[in-house]
């Protein structure tokens, strides 16, 4: 008796760890747009030169989820854990299925392309950990999705997977 009144403690401990750790790793929310995956270790060695630098090998892929509903990308807002942020200011349509790259660096966007440019040679998801978020243009949480290289990134790649 002894030993299964132990084995449950530990199962409701477990459980509760669980529960406590889901909102910052794997909220999930009503929302056709969410964070695909993000490239946050660039591959190769850091660099923000606008010209020669790596910035734009650092993305966060946004996926429309829905299986019937078209999303204009505009006025939606991507943070980091510290509040640093980017405003999609121009009209893109997301149909069912299709995705942006959200990349770093100066370039042109394209809707064909499925990629819109930060204008910031500065990277924004740090390489050991960060948290990500997705806001609707109302304002209200899209998604958001935490991550540490040591503990998200099983490969070390630099790239994760939030949903499939
Ligand atoms: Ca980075
Ligand atoms: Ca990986």
Redesign the pocket.
């Given at each position: 008796m002894r030993t299964r009144h132990v084995l449950a403690l530990v199962a409701a401990a477990g459980s509760i760890a669980a529960l406590s750790a889901a909102p910052a790793q794997a909220a999930e929310y009503t929302s056709a747009l969410k964070l695909k995956g993000v490239q946050y270790d660039a591959p190769g060695s850091d660099s923000n030169s606008c010209s020669t630098g790596n910035t734009k090998d650092e993305y966060l892929t946004i996926k429309n989820y829905s299986a019937s509903a078209t999303v204009n990308l505009k006025g939606y807002v991507v943070k980091d854990a510290v509040g640093n942020s980017f405003t999609f200011t121009a009209s893109h349509s997301l149909q069912p299925g299709d995705y942006v790259k959200l990349r770093g660096g100066k370039g042109t966007d394209s809707d064909a392309k499925n990629v819109v440019y930060r204008q910031n040679c500065n990277f924004i998801w740090n390489n050991d950990k960060d948290t990500i978020y997705l806001y609707k243009p109302s304002g209200s949480r899209a998604d958001v999705h935490g991550y540490t290289k040591s503990g998200s990134?099983?490969?070390?790649?630099?790239?994760?997977t939030f949903h499939s």
């Open positions: 990134d099983p490969d070390r790649n630099g790239y994760i």
